[in-house]
C-alpha cells in the first residue's frame, strides 16, 4: 500500500483557439502546478474499487475510469483498491479531477508493475480529458492542441497565491459552449490587449515565462489572459467582484483559472497573502505556492 499526492494547477494563461472535428478544442495555455493536492492510496485488491467522500457516481469518477482503462490496455487480470482524498475543489478550473486521472494511472502502473512508460500512460490519459496529459509533465508547461503536446518549461521561481472558490461550480461543457456559441455570433473579444494571431499568443506566453522568471510582477498583470474570464463574468458577476476584492487586498494581479470558478491573487509573500484570506472567510480559500518540481511522496 502506498500515497500519491496529485497537485491542482492554474492557467497563467489560456487562449481557446477552435473547435475541433472530434468535438474538443484547441488551447494554447501556460499551466502550472501549485501545492494544493489531493491524495490517492493505492492496495491490491481483487477487484476496482473506488472509495471517496464526493458525490460523483463510480462510474463517473475519473478516478475508476482511468483504472478501468488501465487495466483493459495492460490486459491485467488484477484489482485495486482506491482511497481519493479529496483537497482540490471539483469543477474550479483547478484541475483535480483530471489531476488525480493521472496520479491512477502512475499509481496503479506502479501497484501493477505494467512498466508502461510516460508516454503511454499520457496517451491514456489524452482519452480522459483534455487537462490529463499536463499532469504528466508538472510543475509547468506550454499546452497546445487539445492538451496533447507539451513543453515543459522551467521558471525556478515560486509564487505565492491566494486561492478564492465561490460557492458554485462552473461545468467546463457549459462554458466551452457558451464561448463557442458568443464566438459565433461576433461577441467576445480578449480583453486589454487584442491577441489575433497564433504567433502573437506564442509571444505572450514567452513573455508570461520571462516576466516569472524575471520576478517581473508589475508588468505581469498587462499580458495574462483567460479567454474564459469575460464570458464567464457575465453569468457570474460575483467572479468579476472577487478578482477585484483580491487587488484591494494587495494582490499584485487576479486571473480565473481555467474556465472556472476559481480566482487567484498573487502576493509578494506568504503573510500578506495569509492577512489578505481572512478578507475572504465566508469563501472557499487556500494559500498555495507555485510548484518548481513535484513530490508524489505523501
Given at each position: 500500500?502506498?500515497?500519491?499526492?496529485?497537485?491542482?494547477?492554474?492557467?497563467?494563461?489560456?487562449?481557446?483557439?477552435?473547435?475541433?472535428?472530434?468535438?474538443?478544442?484547441?488551447?494554447?495555455?501556460?499551466?502550472?502546478?501549485?501545492?494544493?493536492?489531493?491524495?490517492?492510496?493505492?492496495?491490491?485488491?481483487?477487484?476496482?474499487?473506488?472509495?471517496?467522500?464526493?458525490?460523483?457516481?463510480?462510474?463517473e469518477n475519473l478516478?475508476?475510469?482511468?483504472?478501468?482503462?488501465?487495466?483493459?490496455?495492460?490486459?491485467?487480470?488484477?484489482?485495486?483498491?482506491?482511497?481519493?482524498?479529496?483537497?482540490?475543489?471539483?469543477?474550479?478550473?483547478?484541475?483535480?479531477?483530471?489531476?488525480?486521472?493521472?496520479?491512477?494511472?502512475?499509481?496503479?502502473?506502479?501497484?501493477?508493475?505494467?512498466?508502461?512508460?510516460?508516454?503511454?500512460?499520457?496517451?491514456?490519459?489524452?482519452?480522459?480529458?483534455s487537462d490529463v496529459?499536463?499532469?504528466?509533465?508538472?510543475?509547468?508547461?506550454?499546452?497546445?492542441?487539445?492538451?496533447?503536446?507539451?513543453?515543459p518549461l522551467n521558471?525556478?521561481?515560486?509564487?505565492?497565491?491566494?486561492?478564492?472558490?465561490?460557492?458554485?461550480?462552473?461545468?467546463?461543457?457549459?462554458?466551452?459552449?457558451?464561448?463557442?456559441?458568443?464566438?459565433?455570433?461576433?461577441?467576445?473579444?480578449?480583453?486589454?490587449?487584442?491577441?489575433?494571431?497564433?504567433?502573437?499568443?506564442?509571444?505572450?506566453?514567452?513573455?508570461?515565462?520571462?516576466?516569472?522568471?524575471?520576478?517581473?510582477?508589475?508588468?505581469?498583470?498587462?499580458?495574462?489572459?483567460?479567454?474564459?474570464?469575460?464570458?464567464?463574468?457575465?453569468?457570474?458577476?460575483?467572479?468579476?467582484?472577487?478578482?477585484?476584492?483580491?487587488?484591494?487586498?494587495?494582490?499584485?494581479?487576479?486571473?480565473?483559472?481555467?474556465?472556472?470558478?476559481?480566482?487567484?491573487?498573487?502576493?509578494?509573500?506568504?503573510?500578506?497573502?495569509?492577512?489578505?484570506?481572512?478578507?475572504?472567510?465566508?469563501?472557499?480559500?487556500?494559500?498555495?505556492?507555485?510548484?518548481?518540481?513535484?513530490?508524489?511522496?505523501?
Open positions: 500500500m502506498f500515497t500519491l499526492k496529485a497537485p491542482a494547477k492554474i492557467n497563467w494563461s489560456l487562449f481557446v483557439l477552435n473547435e475541433r472535428v472530434d468535438g474538443y478544442h484547441n488551447i494554447l495555455s501556460l499551466m502550472h502546478c501549485i501545492g494544493l493536492y489531493d491524495r490517492l492510496t493505492f492496495d491490491h485488491s481483487e477487484s476496482i474499487e473506488v472509495i471517496t467522500d464526493d458525490d460523483i457516481q463510480t462510474e478516478v475508476f475510469k482511468a483504472a478501468v482503462m488501465l487495466k483493459k490496455h495492460a490486459g491485467a487480470n488484477k484489482g485495486a483498491r482506491i482511497v481519493l482524498q479529496k483537497d482540490i475543489p471539483m469543477q474550479a478550473g483547478l484541475g483535480g479531477g483530471s489531476s488525480d486521472a493521472a496520479c491512477t494511472l502512475k499509481g496503479l502502473n506502479r501497484l501493477w508493475d505494467l512498466r508502461l512508460d510516460t508516454a503511454q500512460l499520457q496517451r491514456l490519459g489524452s482519452e480522459l480529458g496529459p499536463f499532469f504528466f509533465h508538472c510543475p509547468l508547461a506550454l499546452v497546445e492542441g487539445k492538451g496533447e503536446h507539451l513543453t521558471i525556478g521561481v515560486p509564487y505565492t497565491l491566494l486561492l478564492i472558490k465561490p460557492p458554485f461550480s462552473i461545468s467546463t461543457a457549459w462554458a466551452y459552449r457558451k464561448l463557442m456559441s458568443q464566438r459565433a455570433d461576433g461577441g467576445v473579444t480578449h480583453e486589454g490587449m487584442e491577441l489575433t494571431k497564433m504567433t502573437d499568443k506564442i509571444d505572450n506566453i514567452n513573455l508570461i515565462c520571462r516576466m516569472l522568471k524575471a520576478g517581473d510582477v508589475s508588468s505581469l498583470k498587462l499580458v495574462i489572459q483567460n479567454d474564459f474570464e469575460s464570458i464567464t463574468k457575465e453569468t457570474y458577476p460575483l467572479i468579476g467582484r472577487l478578482k477585484g476584492e483580491l487587488l484591494e487586498a494587495g494582490a499584485h494581479l487576479s486571473l480565473m483559472t481555467g474556465s472556472g470558478s476559481a480566482v487567484f491573487g498573487l502576493f509578494s509573500n506568504k503573510g500578506k497573502a495569509m492577512e489578505a484570506a481572512t478578507h475572504f472567510s465566508d469563501y472557499w480559500n487556500r494559500v498555495v505556492d507555485t510548484l518548481d518540481t513535484v513530490s508524489h511522496v505523501p
